[in-house]
C-alpha cells in the first residue's frame, strides 16, 4: 500500500506559476513510475505528466509540453510538478499517482491515488 499527499495548490493569475508536491509514504518509492493527472469540472481525469522510477524518463501530455516540469526526489519520496505559463484552461483538480508498471501513461495502470488539489487559474 501506497500512500499519497498532495499539496501546492491554490489561486494563480495566467500566466503565473505554481508548484505542487506529493508526498509519498508506505512503500519504496523509488519502485513506482510516478505521474499527474487532473480532472477539470465535467470532464473525464486526463494525463498531465510522469516519470521514471530512476527520474531519468519523463513524458508530457501535449497541452502542457514547455510550461510544465515533472521531478523527483527518491531520497524525499516526493514528486514536484513545476507549472508555469498557467492558462484558464489549465484550472482543474490535479491528482498524483503510483503505479507498479515499468512504464506507462495509461490511467488504469496507476495503482495509487492521492486525494488531489485544486489548481484555479484566473484569466
Known amino acids: 500500500q501506497v500512500q499519497l499527499v498532495e499539496s501546492g495548490g491554490g489561486l494563480v493569475q495566467a500566466g503565473g506559476s505554481l508548484r505542487l508536491s506529493c508526498v509519498a509514504s508506505g512503500r519504496t518509492f523509488s519502485n513506482y513510475v510516478m505521474a499527474w493527472f487532473r480532472q477539470a469540472p465535467g470532464k473525464e481525469r486526463e494525463f498531465v505528466a510522469a516519470i521514471s522510477r530512476s527520474g531519468g524518463s519523463t513524458d508530457y501530455a501535449d497541452s502542457v509540453k514547455g510550461r510544465f516540469t515533472i521531478s523527483r526526489d527518491n531520497a524525499k519520496n516526493t514528486v514536484y510538478l513545476q507549472m508555469n505559463s498557467l492558462k484558464g484552461e489549465d484550472t482543474a483538480v490535479y491528482y498524483c499517482?503510483?503505479?507498479?508498471?515499468?512504464?506507462?501513461?495509461?490511467?488504469?495502470?496507476?495503482?495509487?491515488w492521492g486525494q488531489g488539489t485544486q489548481v484555479t487559474v484566473s484569466s
Open positions: 499517482a503510483a503505479s507498479r508498471a515499468l512504464w506507462t501513461l495509461t490511467i488504469r495502470s496507476y495503482d495509487y
